[in-house]
């Protein structure tokens, strides 16, 4: 099982922002092919982008958009850790499908000769 951590910088704009403010974002987002995309009216990180480069995005957008600061009312800086691969982590096969011919063994080795420790019991 793989995790993997994605960065996401949540914004939310007052109502002095352009109407189409996160089309402006997205094209300079493009513009500067950093690995990250606007979804859902926040800024997402490809998987592997780090904190650092998350505060640096938004200071970044700050300091080439001349309206985002003035029209900002928060941005937080949210972490997401997910599984890589939710299929493959739903279809792993569990410890008795992996172990099944070890414990079919072992239960013939029992039926045939005992438990191994069954004669030196005491009760």
């Known amino acids: 099982m793989v995790l993997v951590t994605q ?3 949540q914004i939310r704009f007052n109502q002095n922002a352009p109407p189409d403010a996160w089309n402006i974002i997205d ?5 500067l092919s950093g690995g990250w995309r606007v979804e859902d009216q926040r800024l997402e990180a490809l998987p592997g982008a780090s904190s650092v ?3 640096m995005m938004a200071k970044s957008l700050a300091e080439r958009i001349d309206w985002f600061a003035p029209c900002v009312t928060t941005m937080d800086l ?3 850790v997910a ?5 493959r982590l ?5 410890w008795a499908e ?10 013939r080795y029992v039926e045939v000769h005992g438990l191994p420790l069954e ?4 009760f």
């Open 83 to 87: 599984v890589d691969d939710l299929n």
């Open 27 to 31: 094209q300079m987002l493009q513009s």
């Open 98 to 107: 992996l172990n099944r011919e070890a414990i079919k063994s072992s239960n």
């Open 53 to 55: 480069e998350a505060c």
């Open 7 to 9: 960065y996401i910088v």
């Open 90 to 94: 739903f279809k792993q096969p569990s």
């Open 119 to 122: 004669k030196v019991r005491q």
């Open 78 to 80: 949210l972490r997401v």
